[in-house]
């Protein structure tokens, strides 16, 4: 893994005011500075981007004092690929809520390969990188305190560390492939050899076929024998089936033109009867001569009224129409003003109120100013709280490191005396050890291990004031965090005011402007002088619908009795038709009667003659259906095929239905052949 960039925001000790962290161009770092500057948070940030594991002991202890949320964005390249990771956490309650995201670069932007959860996605970091927590510790990150962890692992932890670093698990993997290639390769042999045991048993049943196929042959010649035979009869059959054929088309066409016969009596007498109906109605019309002629009359004097009347309604509309909207924009008029009246009353009376309010609110102005400077200063002094605070964790860590190592120290300096007494030899110079040089050598371990404790004691008090400093700056920080939650209600506070004191200044300013607008609206109101211009055309448009003199309800009236009089004109209509075609009624009626005659001589005729073809035809219907049924037309051309299935086939096509036509009169040769079902 070869890190790109690293960008922190609210993480420890970082603000989200910095730049990002670009490792490219960079083979060997070291990172210096005092203590509580960040250097073991930047390897804290890559940790946690990666695995969700840090020094703290929670998640949120991470996050910047005095922030909600942080954020780690981490970017780096492994086998040729360049992954980005994103991790976030933000405070909302007691649990709090993660963010994992993990993307690779493709086609100059990055994919994203986030699972379903924060869970599943650190699982598939895991994976890419073929490294976890515990490996990186132990191998590329070494903790401060930690430096023994390898050793201090167990057998089984120091074995699972290495397998990881060495790839030891690809060698499982590529033995897993060999043993599922294996279990195919002998699945399909298994397969193989069943279908060799079928093809086997075919083989086996040649015999048995060959003689069912010469059995079937010799069938074949049999049958090809019959079907010669049927075939001649068939002959027979077919020229007695045509001449009876050719009667029975006499016989339909004749039928044919006695239908078109009969469709015709129908037809002409329907005609006749229609034309004396007509005839009777004519009749009926010119004896109502008189009647309709006088309503005509007074059909187009009531028409010629109704158009003078229209021609008057044509005019009076747009003239009505143009005094409605000359009434309408009045009243629209009218309503404006009231509405502009009420408005501005509105208005005074907010100005009023606002004006009297104008010296409370330079008051409070004054009140609210003094509070946000103060805020500004306990802003100030929280920030240097925070920073104050980080340097003393970062000191106090620090110390508790050396610590532990002094400690450890003592621990050996210990067993060192302790295993004084049996050594024999000095382990500095290798030389015989008598009692004053073991004197010596224990007076140097017992200033040694003075100093250590001393120094080990002077670490402790200074990690013990380091804290509580931190427990008194931390209760500080939350008085001044406390304090500044009233920031924002303070800055609202204060805009409010300054908005509101401007709306006062400017209300004062239009007070007069606005009595005096409200005077000249009412005045206009009370006096009924506003749109003057609608006023004179109103009145030229009421005079002209006068002069006019147009009437709607004679309109209406007139209107009524056109439409009760609208079926004159058909009436009249009728009265002319009836004066001309009543002559020319009656030589159709006379036609028509002789036509119907001729057609019922006609169709007499025919009945006689479908009578004597019937006489002629020895066959029913029913038999003629079994003939055709024995013989298709397609085997009157076609001779039998010489194949076994085609004979068949045949065979059965030409079979006679004796059973059901032994009625029929049969040619000699088919009756001996004595045909069966």
């Not at 009505?320 to 008029?333: D, F, G, K």
Request: with cysteine; proline share 2%; hydrophobic share 40%.
């Amino acid at each position: 893994m070869i890190p790109l960039t690293l960008n922190v925001r609210n993480f420890m000790s970082y603000t989200d005011v910095h730049e990002p962290l670009s490792f490219e161009g960079i083979h060997v770092a070291v990172l210096t500075g005092d203590n509580g500057h960040g250097k073991s948070a930047l390897l804290d940030a890559i940790t946690w981007v990666l695995w969700g594991r840090a020094r703290a002991r929670s998640v949120d202890e991470l996050i910047h004092t005095g922030a909600s949320e942080m954020e780690v964005e981490f970017e780096f390249i492994l086998d040729e690929h360049q992954y980005r990771v994103i991790r976030k956490r933000q405070r909302r309650g007691k649990s709090g809520y993660s963010d994992l995201q993990f993307a690779v670069l493709s086609d100059g932007g990055y994919k994203p390969l986030t699972e379903r959860s924060v869970a599943e996605t650190e699982r598939l970091i895991e994976r890419t990188l073929r490294m976890s927590f515990e490996t990186f510790t132990n191998s590329s990150f070494i903790q401060q305190g930690r430096a023994d962890t390898f050793t201090t692992n167990s057998p089984a932890e120091r074995k699972r560390i290495l397998a990881e670093i060495l790839e030891l698990g690809y060698y499982d993997e590529l033995e897993g492939r060999a043993k599922e290639r294996f279990k195919s390769r002998e699945a399909q042999l298994g397969d193989e050899r069943r279908l060799e045991e079928g093809w086997a048993a075919e083989i086996a049943r040649k015999p048995e076929i060959q003689a069912e196929l010469d059995r079937l042959r010799v069938q074949l010649a049999t049958l090809e024998t019959q079907v010669g035979l049927l075939d001649e009869q068939a002959t027979l059959a077919r020229d007695r089936v045509a001449h009876l054929e050719s009667l029975q088309q006499q016989v339909e066409e004749t039928e044919a033109r006695l239908q078109r016969f009969s469709e015709d009596l129908a037809r002409i007498a329907t005609t006749l009867g229609e034309r004396r109906s007509l005839r009777t109605q004519a009749q009926a019309v010119l004896a109502r001569a008189a009647e309709v002629e006088t309503a005509g009359a007074e059909l187009d004097a009531v028409r010629a009224e109704l158009e003078l009347t229209t021609q008057k309604q044509h005019e009076f509309l747009p003239l009505e129409r143009a005094r409605e909207a000359a009434m309408r924009t009045l009243a629209a008029e009218q309503a404006r003003l009231e509405g502009e009246v009420a408005q501005r009353e509105r208005r005074l009376a907010e100005v009023r109120q606002a004006c009297a309010r104008l010296p409370a609110l330079q008051v409070e102005l004054r009140r609210v100013q003094q509070e946000a400077k103060v805020l500004s200063q306990v802003e100030a002094q929280h920030g240097e709280l925070q920073t104050v605070v980080g340097r003393a964790r970062e000191e106090a860590a620090e110390k508790r490191t050396i610590n532990a190592q002094l400690k450890k120290e003592m621990f050996t300096l210990r067993e060192q005396m302790n295993e004084l007494e049996q050594l024999s030899t000095c382990p500095t110079c290798r030389r015989a050890m008598d009692a004053d040089h073991k004197q010596r050598l224990r007076n140097e371990y017992v200033a040694q291990g003075t100093r250590l404790r001393d120094e080990f004691r002077a670490f402790e008090a200074v990690c013990r004031d380091l804290d509580a400093t931190v427990v008194r700056d931390e209760g500080l920080l939350a008085d001044a965090a406390k304090a500044l939650q009233e920031r924002e209600a303070i800055h609202r506070r204060l805009a409010l005011t300054e908005s509101q004191l401007t709306q006062a200044d400017e209300a004062r300013r239009q007070l007069d402007v606005l009595q005096a607008e409200l005077g000249e609206r009412q005045r206009a109101l009370k006096d009924q002088n506003f749109a003057p211009e609608e006023r004179t055309r109103l009145a030229r448009l009421e005079k002209r619908i006068a002069m006019l003199g147009y009437d709607d309800r004679r309109h209406l009236s007139l209107r009524t009795r056109a439409a009760e009089l609208a079926g004159v004109d058909r009436e009249r209509q009728l009265l002319e038709q009836a004066r001309l075609s009543a002559e020319h009624l009656d030589a159709q009626i006379a036609e028509l009667a002789a036509n119907l005659q001729r057609l019922e001589e006609e169709c007499a005729a025919d009945e006689q003659r479908v009578g004597q073809l019937r006489a002629q035809t020895p066959i029913g219907p029913a038999t003629k259906s079994a003939i055709n049924a024995c013989l298709p037309r397609a085997s009157w051309t076609t001779a039998p095929s010489s194949s076994a299935s085609s004979a068949r086939a045949w065979r059965a096509r030409t079979r006679c239905a004796a059973s059901r036509a032994s009625t029929a009169t049969w040619p000699t040769p088919l009756a001996a052949a004595g045909c069966r079902r």
